[in-house]
């Protein structure tokens, strides 16, 4: 069975799983107080590397790496990601911290709140911030959500080092394809129903988050504030797959890391009412881009349930069959290892978990 590391960022710290001869065992909390909304496992260099974007009440925000796997963990003697002083801005959060592809081996973005984009070109270590989005002539008329004003999705193509595609909440989609010179809205079908006008507009949707398929890069799933969509072509334009789902209100979207056309949500009753649809813990699974839904039960809570998941809380791994992982506000964790058909609880009593990242090792 493949070994596998498993990450979850809590309100409260971070705790790092590994799986051996399929045997589960989590450490003590690292970074012990802080909010960890953003992890990533970098696995291009020489040895695995974890980037984690801690958040501190007393010391503010930073970005922490470990190259052991989370034994040690270092962070730079100068802020890793700061506003330039011109832009008057303050970093909030760092809500997202994405390894780019292959083309590009050393880049790693940063999503951020304030809502901008950051980019390392040193795996991490120090980030500059990407300056045509932060002054796109539609910034003045973005209007922070209930969870403010961030950038929570950064997708890279695996073969073009030039095209980004990046989520704001509650600006929308923006996508480049000359590596961050010039960003466009793409938001075409995507509706804002909390607008007074129905019409999809070019910007101002609430994007929750954002998938790539794994045999299709040029094909994303995206949870929207009301709403589950498909683009096939880069999210140029999307299409309402949200048919057959119990409801179409969530936080979370995830692709399978292999098979093309699968992927994963975890749908929510209502913005008014953020527990599982039909207080159901209930993953639902398409094989088929979106044209229906299956839910995923087995070995889940059978009574009735209330832990939420967030945007960046249900993630799979790379094994095969591939892993299915998420933690609730709850403080508990499932995982799957065979593409979801069944589940085990691995955690539970953990502070609200944020986020859930996982890699075969």
């Not at 971070?14 to 802080?34: H, K, N, Y």
């Not at 980037?51 to 796997?69: C, E, I, K």
């Not at 304030?114 to 991490?124: I, K």
């Not at 964790?333 to 996982?358: I, N």
Request: proline share 8%; glycine share 10%.
């Amino acid at each position: 069975m493949t070994d596998v590391l498993l990450t979850v960022g809590t309100r409260k710290g971070l705790f790092v799983g590994r799986r051996r001869q399929g045997v589960w065992q989590f450490t003590e909390p690292c970074f012990q107080a802080q909010a960890i909304y953003a992890v990533a496992i970098d696995r291009r260099g020489p040895q695995p590397r974890l980037l984690v974007g801690g958040d501190s009440t007393h010391w503010g925000p930073s970005v922490f790496h470990s190259d052991d796997l989370g034994a040690t963990w270092n962070e730079p003697q100068q802020p890793a990601v700061k506003f330039p002083t011109d832009t008057g801005a303050s970093l909030e959060r760092v809500w997202q911290l994405h390894p780019a592809g292959p083309a590009a081996p050393d880049v790693v973005y940063a999503g951020t709140e304030p809502a901008a984009l950051f980019r390392s070109t040193d795996r991490g270590e120090s980030f500059e911030l990407v300056r045509p989005l932060w002054e796109h002539p539609t910034r003045s008329r973005w209007v922070p959500g209930g969870g403010g004003e961030a950038l929570h999705t950064v997708i890279t193509h695996p073969r073009n080092a030039q095209a980004v595609t990046v989520a704001v909440s509650t600006a929308g989609v923006f996508r480049t394809r000359n590596g961050g010179e010039d960003w466009a809205p793409s938001n075409r079908g995507v509706s804002a129903v909390f607008l007074p006008d129905p019409e999809p507009p070019e910007f101002g949707q609430c994007v929750h988050k954002i998938a790539q398929d794994a045999g299709n890069p040029d094909r994303l799933y995206l949870q929207n504030h009301w709403g589950v969509y498909r683009s096939d072509d880069a999210g140029a334009r999307w299409t309402d797959v949200g048919g057959g789902l119990p409801s179409d209100f969530g936080f979370s979207v995830a692709a399978h890391p292999h098979r093309s056309g699968v992927a994963y949500l975890f749908p929510l009753n209502a913005d008014s009412d953020r527990v599982p649809a039909e207080r159901r813990c209930r993953v639902f699974r398409t094989t088929d881009a979106g044209q229906s839904w299956q839910p995923l039960a087995k070995g889940l809570p059978e009574a009735d349930h209330y832990g939420t998941v967030l945007r960046d809380a249900l993630c799979t791994d790379d094994a095969d069959p591939a892993g299915v992982y998420f933690g609730n506000r709850n403080g508990e964790v499932y995982a799957s290892l065979d593409d979801g058909e069944s589940w085990r609880q691995l955690a539970s009593h953990l502070p609200d978990v944020l986020c859930v990242r996982a890699a075969a090792l």
